[in-house]
């Protein structure tokens, strides 16, 4: 199998350590060259000492602040996907962006699809906006979903929480979800891959989350009644298209299992 060098922006951010766990694990044939605020190159200096990385396949953006750091200032998203792109082009590398579900706002009734209209309602949600419109058409925008173990569920889980999810007229939540592994299968896959633009990104199948609890063994009891649609969800026909998911991939017991194996990689993502 050819090699693949990908650079990693936020190597050290929580998604960072588990691609670097999963590559580690289970694809020999790829490279991860890691990029933090501490390695010799940095975004902080995009174009000084690029010569040193060598030849890179792809560059796989995630260093941006997320609400799991507990931050409140988003500003740097927006230079740091443009110090990226300015590497990747400078390399001739693909450039891939990990956006987020949350550009998309509220509910429309439907699983969100890339073509809807964005209308964020957080902070973090707006600074993945105004990233994606700062960066250039020919790269590859990944607007994620859940990724297993990493949210909110996950953390509270794992301290060992027992889980409040709230009543709607429809049932309880449901949710996409994707497992770390099938993500990283993705993103690696995607590193020679031809398309642009932009494409959501989790599991085909939305994850009822009282089956999500049960798969990490927790406990839940339900909520209030609310207003709302209970299903919350990504429409990922677009990627499905040119990416392939087992019908395992889909299951909670797999997502969580994915989670779990990275035993080497849990104290880095609590």
């Known amino acids: 199998m050819a090699r693949v060098r990908i650079l990693l922006t936020g190597a050290n951010g929580q998604l960072g350590r588990l691609f670097c766990a999963v590559i580690e694990t289970a694809f020999p044939h790829v490279e991860v ?41 988003y500003g740097e998203t927006v ?23 949350a550009v998309y706002g509220a509910p429309r009734g439907h699983a969100f ?27 590859l925008i990944l607007r994620l979903g859940n990724v297993v173990g990493t949210d909110q569920l996950g953390r509270n889980l794992r301290s060992g929480e027992t889980i409040q999810l709230d009543r709607f007229a429809e049932g309880f939540p449901v949710r996409s979800y994707i497992g770390p592994m099938t993500l990283c299968r993705v993103l690696v896959g995607l590193a020679h891959a031809k398309e642009t633009g932009v494409y959501n990104l989790a599991a085909p199948v939305p994850v009822e989350m009282g089956a999500l609890v049960a798969a990490f063994g927790g406990q839940w009891h339900a909520g209030p009644l609310r207003a709302g649609p209970a299903v919350i ?32 990689a849990l104290g880095a993502t609590s």
């Not at 390695?39 to 690029?50: D, F, I, Q, S, Y």
């Not at 602040?65 to 409140?72: D, K, L, Y």
């Not at 300015?86 to 579900?101: F, P």
């Open 233 to 264: 969800a990504l429409d990922v026909s677009k990627i499905a298209a040119i990416v392939s998911f087992s019908a395992q991939e889909n299951l909670p017991l797999e997502m969580v299992t994915q989670f779990t194996g990275l035993a080497a």
């Open 79 to 101: 230079d740091l996907a443009c110090a990226a792109q300015s590497v990747a082009q400078a390399l001739g590398a693909r450039l891939i962006v990990m956006s987020s579900q």
């Open 33 to 73: 060259v890691k990029a933090t605020r501490h390695t010799a190159w940095t975004l902080a200096r995009p174009l000084a000492g690029m010569a040193a990385l060598g030849a890179i396949d792809a560059v796989v953006h995630l260093a941006a602040p997320t609400p799991a750091g507990h931050v409140r200032d």
């Open 113 to 139: 699809r890339e073509t809807d209209p964005i209308a964020p309602q957080n902070d973090y949600g707006r600074a993945k906006a105004a990233m994606e419109a700062a960066l250039d058409p020919d790269c």
